[in-house]
């Protein structure tokens, strides 16, 4: 009788043990996973763009923005160049990768052999020279692709983390969101340009074209 | 504004404008910038750029020549020791093109500064009335222009 007692004693706290193990690590996963509030310590502890081969997750946008203007986009290439660009005019997808996180390594490598969608400019915005090291990304970087280094962007375009893609058309943001398998990413950009093709047609079927004076409600300038 | 500064210069471009300041290997140092959306690559007197000009739009690139070879900072055609930030409209035209299309009017000014001897090559398009207001904007981007003294060069 002493023996199963003890038996069961011993059983019960090892079951105690394992929940409380199990219960540690749950808060560590919903730590990593946090809201923005927690990002900054994230970053400190490795989790950044710094923290090599610790994988990111994004921490989800409260809402995302669709139709408002594209920042401007400023940096240095990794030849020490620098470089403003224009993002009037036809889609372009900005790519914000970084040389330190896991799920970024695809992008790196299928960004230079294909595009999400066909003749889709595509430009890498990294983090600036202060946060990643050039030789690092000349590596990593695609000879297709432009890669623009800019801390700013980042700010700029509130980049929740790592990889986040932004699609940029006319001088404005069509639409952006996490992606981390190629099939997201295309699925992301495609139902971004089918949804601006369908506003284009929807204009188009009511008789309003590119250059119908309704779009310039303060005249053309 | 947004600031581009490399290789030496430094500039300040509007909003809507694009540029970059580049180096090539054995090469001086080239900016080039417009009032619309530049092509990635090009050469230095922007014939990719310039090929894509849209009516009414502006285009500057500034090269660095580099000295030897009869070629003397300060001397001969390259003798002014000033950015040219006014430009006169009635010295556009279609023979101051490095590659005449139609529709387009340029100017090129030689010049010495820091030391340096640059070439400033100026393309707008359009009407001849929109002239004078696309070289006021160009003025405006050269003004802000800085030129720091070359590596090791004579200023």
Redesign the interface.
């Known amino acids: 009788m002493v023996a199963i007692v003890s038996i069961e004693t011993v059983v019960l706290v090892l079951l105690v043990v394992l929940v409380a193990a199990l219960l540690r690590s749950h808060a560590e996963i919903l730590r990593r996973l946090g809201p923005d509030g927690t990002r900054s310590e994230r970053e400190g502890a490795g989790f950044g763009p710094d923290g090599a081969g610790a994988p990111r997750v994004p921490a989800p946008r409260s809402g995302l923005r669709a139709d408002i203007d594209a920042p401007?986009l400023?940096g240095?290439?990794l030849?020490?160049?620098?470089?403003?660009?224009?993002l009037?005019?036809p889609p372009t997808l900005l790519a914000f990768l970084s040389s330190g996180c896991t799920s970024c390594v695809g992008f790196w490598e299928k960004l230079g052999e294909r595009r999400p969608v066909a003749g889709l400019d595509t430009v890498i915005v990294t983090r600036g020279p202060e946060r990643e090291q050039p030789g690092k990304l000349r590596r990593l970087a695609p000879e297709a692709v432009?890669v623009v280094m800019s801390s700013g962007a980042w700010e700029d375009y509130d980049v929740p983390g790592t990889p986040y893609f932004v699609l940029v058309e006319d001088g404005a943001i069509r639409g952006e969101g996490v992606a981390t398998t190629w099939d997201a990413l295309a699925s992301l950009v495609g139902d971004a340009v089918e949804e601006q093709r369908g506003v284009d047609e929807r204009l188009a079927a009511v008789g309003i074209g590119p250059e119908h004076p309704s779009l310039f409600p303060g005249g053309r300038g | 504004m947004t600031v581009l500064e490399a290789h030496g210069l430094r500039v300040e471009l509007p909003r809507g404008w694009s540029g970059r300041v580049f180096k090539r290997d054995a090469g001086g140092a080239t900016l080039h910038a417009g009032d619309f959306r530049l092509p990635l690559e090009d050469g230095e007197f922007g014939d990719r750029s310039t090929s894509t000009m849209p009516a009414g739009a502006s285009f500057l690139a500034l090269t660095e020549y580099r000295p030897g070879a009869g070629l003397e900072p300060g001397q001969g055609l390259f003798a002014p020791r000033r950015v040219p930030t006014t430009l006169d409209p009635t010295a556009l035209s279609s023979r101051g093109l490095a590659h005449p299309r139609p529709g387009q009017a340029g100017t090129q000014h030689f010049f010495t500064v820091a030391g340096r001897p640059f070439c400033l090559y100026v393309v707008v398009s359009g009407p001849r009335s929109e002239r004078r207001r696309q070289l006021a904007v160009i003025g405006h981007v050269l003004r802000s222009l800085r030129v720091h003294p070359a590596a090791g060069s004579p200023v």
């Open positions: 401007e400023a240095t290439t030849a020490g160049d620098a470089l403003k660009l224009s009037g005019g432009p």
